[in-house]
């Protein structure tokens, strides 16, 4: 039961324009959201994250939006930089869960110069 | 650095053999969690501990997966008779518990790789 998809495993921007990145989640209990970047071979990296209380959340380039009623919410990074090249992950994280994350599968950006 | 530390950062081991992985949290750090990726998939939750208490353990955990954080501090993770379908990226994260939610910071990881 994937209760985290996104669905785009890849996706390709040209430097200086937008990146969005899409996520969907099933599981109504989910209270706070979270977006990570991961290069190869190293862990996780924390971007920007929302709580559900929350529609949008911005930090610098990075604006997370979440839809609750659609159990959607999307990375948008503007503008966009070849070191923004990485894998990126929507988590989630609340209900019987507790403060454990549920990840999804990642979108691949390239961002190309 | 004071971030999530992870040892061996790789490690090879014939199938049948014990491993033991090392995580050492950020210092301040009350909760710490392992979790688990394969190719192509986001990490897996395996369990957490909140201080040295082991809080919960997925079901993933199988009974050769061991977890320990004595003392509230590092934590180790052992996998007994080790199979390739245990080949994986193994993940520790930590993160202050303040408040209702808080992000998790993660280490390098430590890439198991069982021949």
């Known amino acids: 039961d994937q209760q985290v998809k996104q669905n785009s495993p890849s996706l390709r921007v040209q430097e200086g324009r937008i990146s969005i990145l899409n996520c969907d989640y099933t599981?109504?209990?989910?209270?706070?959201f979270l977006w990570y970047k991961k290069y190869p071979a190293e862990g996780p990296t924390f971007l920007i994250s929302i709580s559900s209380i929350k529609d949008k959340n911005e930090d610098g380039r990075f604006t997370v939006f979440l839809n609750k009623s659609a159990k959607h919410l999307s990375l948008h990074i503007v503008p966009s930089q070849p070191g923004d090249s990485a894998v990126y992950f929507c988590?989630?994280?609340?209900?019987?869960?507790?403060?454990?994350?549920?990840f999804g599968e990642g979108t691949q950006l390239t961002v190309n110069p | 650095d004071t971030g999530v530390s992870q040892d061996p950062r790789h490690k090879i081991t014939k199938r049948g053999q014990n491993v033991t992985f090392r995580c050492d949290p950020i210092?301040?750090?009350?909760?710490l969690y392992w979790y688990r990726q394969t190719l192509g998939q986001g990490p897996e939750f395996l369990t957490y501990?909140?201080?040295?208490?082991?809080?919960?353990k997925s079901r993933l955990l199988s009974d050769r997966f061991s977890a320990e954080r004595p003392k509230g501090s590092f934590s180790t993770l052992e996998i007994q008779r080790t199979e390739q379908g245990d080949s994986a990226m193994y993940l520790c994260?930590?993160?202050?518990?303040?408040?209702?939610?808080?992000?998790?910071?993660f280490g390098q990881g430590t890439r198991l790789t069982v021949v």
């Open positions: 994260a930590s993160s202050l518990a303040v408040g209702a939610n808080t992000e998790a910071f």
């Open positions: 988590a989630a994280s609340g209900g019987w869960g507790g403060s454990r994350l549920t």
């Open positions: 599981n109504s209990m989910f209270d706070y």
């Open positions: 501990f909140q201080n040295e208490a082991q809080l919960e």
């Open positions: 210092s301040e750090h009350n909760r």
